[in-house]
Every structure is written in structure tokens, then in C-alpha cells.
């Protein structure tokens, strides 16, 4: 019984020291960045990018899964004609921007992402506008719409973004368009964009927008 009293406590002591090594082994690997995107890019001409993972899932309705296959974009409305694109006829037919674009939520949290798309101002273009229309509503397939003046697409470089950071939108961001809605707030920055309507309703809200928020979303 001696012998054995006499190397209880130091077998106590390792097993401590080998738990609290492999506790802090854990917690620095969970403090590591992972990369979930394994095609991500994180600088771009000089810029250091956020990582996608750091834009917060924030959806009303859970992930949206869209098809590509049978995927339509309808841009109705006030305008010449309407329009039912495809995906491809969006991503395929129309010139492609590179900007990166902060987006900043109302939650307190932001991030820095190099954005590819097409320009919203080429698609209305392309459907005609009406002398009548003062806003442009979008609408996703969660139910979730916004607007914002047509001036604003008119005179700004505003991207329906299909990839972020080099990486073809994620279902869980927007998969298959999201609208960069530079310099506002995040609940404009609408996902899952399924229809494009041009307006002369003034006072549209949104689905935020009539639940309290502002209509205008300016970041300072």
C-alpha cells in the first residue's frame, strides 16, 4: 500500500496537466479561421476582404434553396417590357463589375466583401422604364421585400452581386442574387431576389420597413 500511495499523486498531476493541455488545444483550434470556402479569396488590389463567414445569417425564413435549372428573375412593372430571365441570361448576357462594398447591419456588425455581378441599372435598362416609376421594389422567395428610388440605381454603380470574394454565391447568402446596396443598412441588402418590380408607390414598405424600420436606410 505504500508503494502504491507513493505515485498516486504524481499520476494525479499528469492527468490534470494532460487535460488542461488538451482543453487548450481545443480552444485554440476553435480560435483558428477556417476556411469554409476553400476558393475565397481575402485581399483584392490592396484591400484586406472579411471572410464570407463573417456576414451573419440573419434570414427571415431560414436558407432559401433555389434551382438554377428553373430559376426565373421577372422584372415587371412600370416598363416597356417585361422580363423573365434566367440565371444565365443575367450572369451570361450582361457586362460583369468587380467592387468591393462593406456591408454594415443594424445588429452592429460589418463586413468587407469583394462583390462580382451585374449592374441593377442595366437590367432596368433593358426592360424599358417608364416616365411614371420613382422606386424599384425587390422581392425575394422568403416573402421579403424593399425598395429604394430609382434615382439611387440611376446615378450609383449598384451590383445584383452573384459571387462574393471570388466564390459563387452560397445558398445561405442569396444563392442565386443579392442586391449591394451600397451605403445602406443591412435589411436592404435583399436576398433570394426573385422579381424586380418599377413603381411609382412612393410609400412602398418593405417587409422591415413596415414592421418600424426606416425607409431610409442611409448609412451615416
Known amino acids: 500500500m ?3 500511495k507513493r505515485y498516486k499523486t504524481p499520476l494525479l498531476i499528469s492527468g490534470f496537466l494532460v487535460a488542461i493541455t488538451v482543453l487548450f488545444a481545443i480552444a485554440y483550434w476553435q480560435a483558428q479561421p477556417r476556411n469554409l470556402y476553400p476558393q475565397e479569396i481575402r485581399s483584392y488590389q490592396g484591400q484586406n476582404l ?3 463567414a463573417d456576414v451573419k445569417e440573419n434570414a427571415i425564413r431560414g436558407t432559401q434553396d433555389l434551382n438554377e435549372s428553373t430559376y426565373r428573375l421577372l422584372i415587371t412593372g412600370l416598363v416597356n417590357k ?3 430571365y434566367t440565371y444565365g441570361d443575367v450572369v451570361n448576357n450582361h457586362q460583369k463589375y468587380l467592387k468591393v462594398v462593406p456591408i454594415h447591419c443594424v445588429e452592429g ?10 449592374l441593377v441599372r442595366d437590367l432596368l ?5 417608364n416616365p411614371r416609376t420613382q422606386v424599384v421594389i425587390f422581392y425575394g422567395s422568403e416573402n421579403y421585400s424593399t425598395s429604394l428610388p430609382l434615382n439611387y440605381f440611376m446615378n450609383n454603380d449598384v451590383i445584383l452581386a452573384y459571387k462574393m470574394n471570388n466564390v459563387t454565391m ?11 446596396a451600397e451605403g445602406q443598412y ?8 426573385t ?26
Do not use: M
Not at 196 to 219: C, F, M, Q, T
Open 170 to 180: 452560397p445558398p445561405e447568402r442569396g444563392f442565386p442574387f443579392e442586391l449591394v
Open 195 to 220: 422579381r424586380i418590380e418599377l413603381s411609382d408607390n412612393v410609400n412602398y414598405k418593405g417587409y422591415w420597413e413596415s414592421r418600424g424600420y426606416p425607409n431610409d436606410a442611409n448609412v451615416p
Open 109 to 118: 456588425w460589418s463586413a468587407k466583401i469583394l462583390w462580382e455581378g451585374v
Open 125 to 129: 435598362l433593358d426592360a424599358g422604364i
Open 186 to 193: 443591412g435589411y436592404k441588402w435583399i436576398k433570394w431576389i
Open 50 to 52: 472579411s471572410s464570407i
Open 2 to 4: 505504500q508503494h502504491l
Open 82 to 84: 417585361t422580363l423573365n
